[in-house]
Nanobody
Framework: EVQLQASGGGLVQAGGSLRLTCVASGLSFDDYAIGWFRQVSGKVREAVACITKDGATYYDDSVKGRFTISRDNAKNMGYLQMNSLRPEDTAVYYC???????????????????WGQGTQVTVSS
């Protein structure tokens, strides 16, 4: 059974940083694309940053230059380094994984079949 565990959220002031971690088990991690998505209550979940199994990346325009996605296949972990955080980054962040995701559908949440629980990120102004 594939399991994803996201952690690292919290409360931070605007301009601060957080690093989210996604620990995966029950899968051959290096065969999976990893995605970070976020959702504000009442709004659609959106892709933040995603990485294919080959290392190709996608970033939403709103986080380019501030967020960095990475993965450590040896540790079965994915990361989202978030710098220069803004109040509008406040959301619940989810990690997702799927072995069939490729570059063309990397940012599509419907392409991911495995989801972790969310971790709350709150950025105060």
């Amino acid at each position: 059974e594939v399991q994803l565990q996201a952690s690292g959220g919290g409360l931070v002031q605007a301009g601060g940083s957080l690093r989210l971690t996604c620990v995966a088990s029950g899968l051959s991690f290096d065969d999976y694309a990893i995605g970070w998505f976020r959702q504000v209550s009442g709004k659609v979940r959106e892709a933040v940053a995603c990485i294919t199994k080959d290392g190709a990346t996608y970033y939403d325009d709103s986080v380019k230059g501030r967020f960095t996605i990475s993965r450590d296949n040896a540790k079965n972990m994915g990361y989202l380094q978030m710098n220069s955080l803004r109040p509008e980054d406040t959301a619940v962040y989810y990690c997702a994984a799927d072995p069939s995701v490729i570059l063309s559908n990397l940012a599509s949440q419907t392409a991911y079949s495995n989801w972790g629980q969310g971790t709350q990120v709150t950025v105060s102004s």
